[in-house]
């Protein structure tokens, strides 16, 4: 073994020389990594909550969003229970339409105690909360379009977090015709469909819905081998406010009455709006008079524009055509014993609470095709604006014995009959509505094919509320 000695160049004198030692690298390495891995911690939490609070941002912007979309299906919703006075106009307008709000809106569970506020051109609704999220929503009025339409502009704001959205949507005043007309059959009397006879819709089992808001026992019964295509809806409570009978009926395109029972009868909580009725348009149109020394038993009878005074109890014994109006004035019973073309509209006079008869028996084939029938000619101009009704007869029973190809409209009475082998094989383009308490009894081979697709949603003679439609294309977004 050998030792290596240093020699001291001044005394010569040798030493030992120490070994190196890298424990002072390693240290001044480990510092230098840990600031390193310090630094990199410190990016990494800096980048990670920025990144958590940009998803945040998003996360709170797209809930804004998402409630801002859902206050205006909120109002959308509300404005289809809207029922403004029929008078309403770009001057009453907002006023009618905070008030109908408000009696949609106050005192509800979305709102509690808060309440609908108007200023005079905007109409506010309080905050709506959904959780974490929130929506406002306001209506504001424009300016009528080239038509002179009543318009107002509608927008919903959400708001999440620190984020907010803004959505609206333009509105434009429309004619709402009243709930009755959305069905095949709507009386406030009870419904009898029994025998053979039969309710169906065109195009779709909806059409045949049928209506009664009664509140006696047997407000709607069905028996023998009727069917009804559609569902049967009443306000009556209790067990025994449907009578289901017979061995082949049919309902909602079931026979089992406890199916018929369970998804095809559906009681409404509220009464549905029956229409008021507006006959001042009627009585100024006629322009000839039907008494009791008029001649019509000639072949061929046409009868334009006309008047039956009181008490003349007339029948149509021959094939006859009526164009125009036709008023009745109460008392009478007319009787249509042959063919009846109706290029016209049969109107009486309101014989509610007067003393009668008062009666209008078909017993002959009648087609209806209504006054879209008549020709473009000046005694038939103000005729034809009264479109959508074929019938419109308060206080009188209609009778139908007969074969019915087609009525093209509604038609409205206080009581209906149709018996026998009546049939319409051609459809109704309408809603039947019985006007009073009185039955409206269908039975024998009778026959109703209803079309609500072809159907005048604001037929004439009744009085239709105003109310609000979205205007296409003018959805839009803000932040």
Partial sequence: MYLRYQINPIN????????????????????????????????????????????QHMKDAISAQLSAESGLQFMIMSFARLRMPAATNSETLMENLSGGLASIVDGTANVSDQTVSYSGSTISLPEISAGASSFTCSVSVLAPDAEGTPRCRLTSTGSCGLASRTVSLDMKMVSVSADAFNYAVASKGSISVSGNATIDGMTS????????????????????????????F??????????????????GG??????????????????????????????????TV?????????????????????????????????NGILYIESPNTVTFKSKAVLNAIIVTQDATGLAGPNELLFKGQVTAPGVDALPDT????????????????????????GSVNSINGTIAADQFSFLGNSNISGEI??????????????????????????ADDTPAGFVHFKGLATITDTYAEGN
């Fill in 12 to 55: 010569g004198r040798g030493r030992k020389r120490p070994p190196r030692s890298g424990h002072g690298v390693a240290y001044i390495f480990a510092l230098v990594m840990l600031a390193l891995m310090t630094v990199m911690t410190v990016a990494l939490a800096s980048s990670t909550n920025v990144n958590l609070s940009r998803n």
């Fill in 205 to 232: 089992s909806d059409e045949a819905n049928i209506l009664s808001v009664n509140q006696e026992a047997f407000a709607i019964s069905v028996g023998g081998s009727a069917t009804i295509g559609g569902d049967l």
């Fill in 234 to 251: 009443l306000t009556a409570e209790g067990v025994d406010s449907v009578h289901l009978q017979g061995g082949g009926l049919s309902v």
């Fill in 254 to 287: 079931s026979s089992d009455i406890a199916e018929i029972v369970d998804n095809h009868v559906h009681r409404l909580p509220e009464d549905p709006d029956f229409p008021e009725l507006d006959l001042t348009p009627f009585e100024g149109l006629t322009t």
């Fill in 290 to 322: 039907i008494d009791s020394d008029t001649n019509l038993d000639g072949p061929g009878l046409v009868v334009n524009n006309a008047r039956i005074l009181a008490g003349t109890n007339p029948e149509f014994k021959q094939d006859t055509v009526i």
């Fill in 378 to 401: 000046p005694e038939f101009q103000a005729v034809k604006a009264q479109d959508g009704t074929v019938i419109l007869a308060p206080g009188f029973g209609v009778q139908f014995c």
């Fill in 429 to 454: 383009a309408g809603t039947i509505i019985g006007l009073s308490s009185s039955p409206l009894v269908m039975q024998g081979n009778a026959t109703i094919l209803v079309n609500r697709e072809a």
